[in-house]
């Protein structure tokens, strides 16, 4: 992603040759991406370190499917955000881990290395996904998923969002009693609504 993005800038400030070299560099990364990461369930290692692979399902392949510029065809993409559908998403946002991932802890309790709450940002990203995949057709499930977050900016922090939610029912609100970044990401997802709804 980060190689495509600066290859277009470059290519529009006139430096072809640059923008050439860096699309070439992203292809062989892409490709190499999605040999080393993908994996025979069709969804994506959380961490390689040579032999060592975390086979946890875990959100940050949903930046694969969200992002412009991804290694993985659409089919590739569909199943990633499956995958992040069945296990990850939560009313409140996308949890750190799977239930079905050992380690799973879904409140917010104890040390910060505990995984499995549900982060609100993290939704973001997964709407702008599954936007990407179903475009018009995702429009009312993604509204949906914003429905959420109505009866949580009436409480605590008014207008706000809590840092995190439990992974479970009734995945309440945890951390901070207001978080900018979680706010931040509903009101870009509802921006980018906006655009399919003119």
Request: aromatic residues 12%.
């Amino acid at each position: 992603n980060a190689l495509r993005f600066v290859a277009d800038l470059v290519r529009e400030g006139g430096n072809t040759v640059l923008a050439d070299l860096l699309d070439g560099r992203a292809e062989v990364t892409g490709k190499s991406f999605v040999e080393v990461f993908r994996n025979e369930y069709g969804y994506l290692l959380d961490y390689v370190d040579g032999n060592m692979m975390d086979w946890s399902v875990r959100p940050n392949m949903i930046f694969t499917v969200a992002f412009d510029y991804s290694p993985l065809d659409r089919a590739q993409k569909k199943q990633v955000l499956d995958i992040v559908t069945r296990e990850l998403l939560t009313p409140k946002g996308l949890r750190t881990l799977s239930p079905k991932s050992g380690g799973y802890n879904p409140n917010y309790v104890g040390p910060q290395i505990q995984q499995g709450t549900a982060w609100p940002w993290l939704m973001g990203f997964y709407m702008e996904a599954y936007l990407r995949i179903y475009k018009m057709s995702g429009i009312s499930f993604v509204e949906r998923q914003l429905i959420g977050f109505e009866d949580e900016m009436t409480s605590h922090c008014i207008s706000s969002l809590p840092e995190l939610f439990d992974g479970n029912p009734p995945f309440k609100g945890r951390g901070a009693v207001s978080f900018a970044m979680n706010v931040a990401e509903i009101l870009r997802i509802l921006k980018l609504l906006s655009k399919y709804n003119l």
